[in-house]
């Protein structure tokens, strides 16, 4: 966990370099291009690149703007006012690896946008808080269904979170909703651990499609989506985060405050 948090480090530099970027008139390509420039100075691994799908992923980091889910390929959109950014970036370092993801605002969203936001923000704080308080990956799962329910929005099922260590994706899988197929696939929350845990919201419906160049997932009825993700390992003492410093300061030992009541 120790060797993860040094590349956990490097994903969070990289989301500093990204945050600072995401203003009205930068293309996602100089968004990706930036990053691409940190890692290679650094020697590190970017774990995107030539991902294997229908075509190998292009590019250095998934930068996925409002309705698009996950998977966004950078490229030449402008960045506007107003847009809804998710962006995720995989790293391996002296042989481990560190994966993290976060929706960030292009100026002023709108209203729909802010609640989602802190919505889906929200989901994976407490997702987090939880693994030191359920036995089982499906109660954590069931608990983020309920809340979700409960905040308005919805969760993604097609895409899932992973374990993570030496590669990027190990056993076990780690659905953010349990339905009867996914739970033969529940597991116990045990020390030693370290899960990508990544729910994808929704502001309408959860339903996805992929578009024409194989990777951009979006949501079917053109509503905004969210994607927050950290490393999280599982220690006897509750869950600590390998990818500290992405997204808003958090104690996972801390319960986190709905932006609903
Ligand atoms: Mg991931």
Redesign the pocket.
Known sequence: MALMRDAGRIVAECHAIARELLRPGVTTAEVDAAVDRHLTTLGATPLFKGFPGDVPFPASTCISINSQIVHGIPGGYVLREGDLVSF?V?VKWKGWCG?A?WSYAVGQVDPEKTHLMAAGRYLLHRAIYNTAHMKKWSEVADDMTREARRLGVTLVKKFV??G?GRE?HEPPQVPNTMDRDLRRADFDLRPGLVL?I?PMVNAGKPDVKVLGDKWTAVTTDGKPSVHY?HTVGLTPNGPTLLTEGVGEPFDPLEPPVSPVP
């Open positions: 995720d995989g994966d993801a979170g992973h993570i990027m990508a990544e993700e």
